[in-house]
């Protein structure tokens, strides 16, 4: 992680019996799940274990409910439908009165529509890849603990969205949009073609054309050129 504090040679250890969690790794990017896992993974210092990785929807979907952890650190942007999709399908885990699984947020955006989402579809906290190690693992136990977490800018969009039951969506022309028109959406103003596109989302080109032509058409627009201008002026890309 670009930040994040070392660990101090000598550093005493956790006393028997001091708190301790479960933690599963979402991200599709191997060497920042193997930096995140060795800044924090010091089971002995830091009280956390993590026990398992995943790079995508179906493999974190497979991971968590397997492992069952307390504490998930979940990328926003994931092959296979997104962190929102993992969300979805681990609501009854989240839901669980006895041993709930709680999802924690850690992505390298910080736009508002990203960390709206995540938060509705169940999160307890969202904070960004700058976050030192020292203060990830004290977000973790935070969010094991029922508290919400969130990193100080990225506090007003939940307050913002959340301040009355008849707050205006976030954006109206976006939340026209499927969650799977949103990735592909990013990737087109990312400058991804339709191929690496398909290979990313492990879907099918036709497939990735279906989607851009219902982006196209629900957002009023009439090229990728116009769909990136309005994606980069909403800090989607």
Excluded at 9 to 29: M, N, S, T
Aim: net charge negative.
């Amino acid at each position: 992680m670009s930040d994040a504090t070392e660990q101090t040679q000598g550093e005493p250890e956790r006393e028997p019996g001091a708190r301790r969690v479960k933690v599963v790794l979402v991200d599709d990017h191997r060497m920042f799940r193997a930096g995140v896992q060795a800044e924090i993974g010091r089971t002995e210092t830091t009280g956390v274990e993590v026990v398992g990785e995943a790079a995508d929807v179906e493999q974190a979907v497979t991971v968590i409910t397997a492992t069952r952890p307390e504490v998930v650190l979940l990328d926003v942007h994931l092959p296979g439908g997104g962190g929102v999709e993992v969300l979805r399908r681990c609501a009854p885990l989240m839901a669980d009165p006895e041993n709930p699984v709680r999802f924690l947020a850690l992505s390298v955006s910080d736009a508002a529509e990203d960390v709206i989402g995540v938060i509705r579809g169940g999160a307890r906290g969202y904070v960004t890849k700058t976050i030192t190690g020292t203060d990830l693992v004290d977000s973790i136990f935070r969010v094991q603990e029922g508290d919400a977490v969130f990193s100080p800018r990225l506090a007003g969009f939940v307050l913002d969205a959340f301040a009355s039951t008849d707050s205006p969506p976030v954006d109206e022309d976006l939340d026209r949009l499927t969650q799977r028109e949103r990735e592909v959406l990013r990737l087109i103003a990312r400058g991804y073609a339709y191929k690496e596109i398909a290979k990313q989302l492990f879907i099918s080109v036709k497939t990735v054309e279906s989607h851009v032509s219902a982006v196209l058409r629900k957002l009023q627009l009439s090229n990728r050129h116009e769909l990136t201008r309005w994606a980069t002026a909403r800090r989607l890309v």
